[in-house]
C-alpha cells in the first residue's frame, strides 16, 4: 500500500531527526581521543623527567597536523652550545644580504685560540689556525659545537647583542643571547644570561624548518639544515632510542657540573617520521643532580615516548 505523499514526508523528516550526523559524532570521539592521548603523554614525559633530579623543559611541534604539548615551556633556561645554531642563523642572513661569502677567509688571531676549551679545529691545527672559509668555521661550529670557531663568528659580525637581535627581529622573543663561549667559562653565574624557553626553542627550528623547505637547493637555510643533520654531539641524547638511520637536524648543549648540579644538557631539533612528516622536539635538563648518564637517557627516552606519540597513534 502506498503512503500518501504527506505522510512520507512526515515520516522521512522525522527519521532524519532522530539520528545525530556521523560527521559530528566521530569529531567528538576523535577530539576526546585525542586529549586522551595527550594527558597520557603528559604524564608519561612527566614520570621520565622525575629521575634527572633538575628541571626538565620539553616542547614539542608538529608543522604538518599542529601537534603540539610543552612542559616547562615559558621557562627561561641556560642554553649553553643550542645558541650556535642562532648565532649561524645570523651569520647566513649576512651571506644573505651579501655582507659575507661562505668562501670568505677569516683570519684567526692568537688570542682567539684559547685552551681548554671544546675546539675541533684547534685541534687539527694544532701549528696554529691557518685563514679558514667561512663554510669550514659554521660546519665546526654547529655539527662539532666548537667553541673557537663560535668565539670568532661572534667577532666577526659584531658580538653577542648582534645575534640576539637578529633573531627577536624574525619574531621569536623569549630568548636572551648575552655573551661568547669564553665569557661563560670565567664565571658560573654568566651561563645563564644565555637562555631560552622550550617554546621558542621550537620556534627557531620551526623558522628552518619552513626556510629550508621553501628555498631552492644550496640555498642558507638548506645548508644550515644540512650542517645540524651532520651533527656529531650527544648521539645518546634525543637520537638515543630512535630507530637507526632517523634523520635528526639538531644541536646540542652542555654545560659545567659545580657541586653535584650540571646547569644543562640539552638537544633540540627536526626529527623526521616514517611517514614523511615532522616532529619539532626540544628538551632542555637544566641544573640536574643526576649523572650525565641518566640525564641523556631522559632525553632519550622523551624523545622516543614523543616519537611513539606520533607513529602509533
Known amino acids: 500500500m502506498k503512503l500518501p505523499a504527506l505522510a512520507l514526508a512526515l515520516l522521512l523528516l522525522s527519521s532524519c ?6 560527521t559530528d559524532s566521530t569529531l567528538v570521539n576523535d577530539q576526546k581521543s585525542n586529549q586522551n592521548q595527550e594527558s597520557i603523554l603528559r604524564k608519561q614525559l612527566l614520570e621520565i623527567s622525575d629521575s634527572a633530579k633538575g628541571t626538565v623543559g620539553i616542547s ?44 670568505d677567509k677569516i683570519h684567526f688571531e692568537k688570542t682567539d685560540v684559547v685552551p681548554d676549551t671544546h675546539s675541533p679545529i684547534r685541534d687539527k691545527y694544532p701549528k696554529g689556525i691557518p685563514d679558514l672559509p667561512l663554510s669550514e668555521i659554521l660546519s665546526a661550529t654547529v655539527s662539532q659545537s666548537d667553541n673557537i670557531g663560535c668565539d670568532r663568528l661572534f667577532r666577526l659580525i659584531g658580538g653577542p647583542k648582534v645575534v640576539n637581535d637578529y633573531i627577536h627581529s624574525i619574531g621569536i622573543t623569549e630568548l636572551n643571547i648575552a655573551t661568547t663561549e669564553q665569557e661563560m667559562h670565567g664565571d658560573w653565574n654568566i651561563q645563564y644570561t644565555n637562555w631560552c624557553s622550550p617554546l621558542a626553542m621550537v620556534q627557531i627550528l620551526d623558522w628552518i624548518f619552513k626556510k629550508s623547505n621553501a628555498a631552492p637547493s ?8 644540512k650542517l645540524m643533520v651532520e651533527t656529531t654531539t650527544g648521539p645518546k641524547r634525543i637520537k638515543g632510542l630512535l630507530p637507526p638511520n632517523t634523520e635528526v637536524a639538531h644541536k646540542t648543549g652542555s654545560g659545567p657540573t659545580n657541586k653535584g648540579i650540571t646547569s ?9 617520521l ?4 615532522h616532529l619539532i622536539l626540544a628538551v632542555f635538563v637544566s641544573d640536574s643532580k643526576a649523572s650525565e648518564e641518566v640525564r641523556e637517557r631522559v632525553m632519550a627516552k ?3 615516548a614523543v616519537y611513539d606519540f606520533k607513529t602509533l597513534k
Open 264 to 272: 644543562a644538557t640539552n638537544d633540540a631539533g627536526i626529527i623526521t
Open 60 to 103: 614539542f611541534f608538529c608543522p604538518e597536523d599542529g601537534d603540539t604539548l610543552s612542559i616547562h615551556g615559558h621557562d627561561h633556561l641556560p642554553t649553553q652550545s643550542v645558541y650556535k645554531l642562532m648565532l649561524s642563523m645570523a651569520v647566513l642572513d649576512q651571506v644573505d644580504h651579501g655582507k659575507l661569502k661562505l668562501d
Open 17 to 22: 531527526g532522530s539520528h545525530k550526523s556521523p
Open 274 to 277: 616514517p611517514n614523511g612528516k
Open 302 to 304: 622523551v624523545a622516543k
Open 218 to 225: 644550496g640555498a642558507t637555510p638548506v645548508y644550515l639544515r
